[in-house]
């Protein structure tokens, strides 16, 4: 007989830590911000800010999608 996969290892259990997901969602919101300050007014301030609000969220996504992976 085959054995069944174990389907609850830690690794799946620290990947689901809901802190992970908060980090996520809080790098979504940030880089959302980031692409609507793109379209609101054409400056160079506005838009170098912009940019640099659109890189802190992805960098917050990246953080939290590494985590995953990395468990």
């Given at each position: 007989m085959e054995q069944k996969p174990i389907y609850n290892t830690k690794s799946?259990?620290?990947a689901n830590e809901l802190s992970i997901y908060r980090t996520?969602?809080?790098g979504i919101i940030i880089a959302t911000v980031g692409v609507f300050l793109r379209f609101?007014?054409?400056s160079p301030t506005?838009?170098?800010i912009?940019?640099?609000i659109l890189f802190v969220g992805a960098a917050f996504c990246f953080k939290?999608?590494?985590r995953i992976l990395g468990s």
């Amino acid at each position: 007989m085959e054995q069944k996969p174990i389907y609850n290892t830690k690794s799946m259990q620290s990947a689901n830590e809901l802190s992970i997901y908060r980090t996520l969602l809080l790098g979504i919101i940030i880089a959302t911000v980031g692409v609507f300050l793109r379209f609101v007014h054409e400056s160079p301030t506005l838009s170098l800010i912009s940019w640099i609000i659109l890189f802190v969220g992805a960098a917050f996504c990246f953080k939290a999608v590494f985590r995953i992976l990395g468990s």
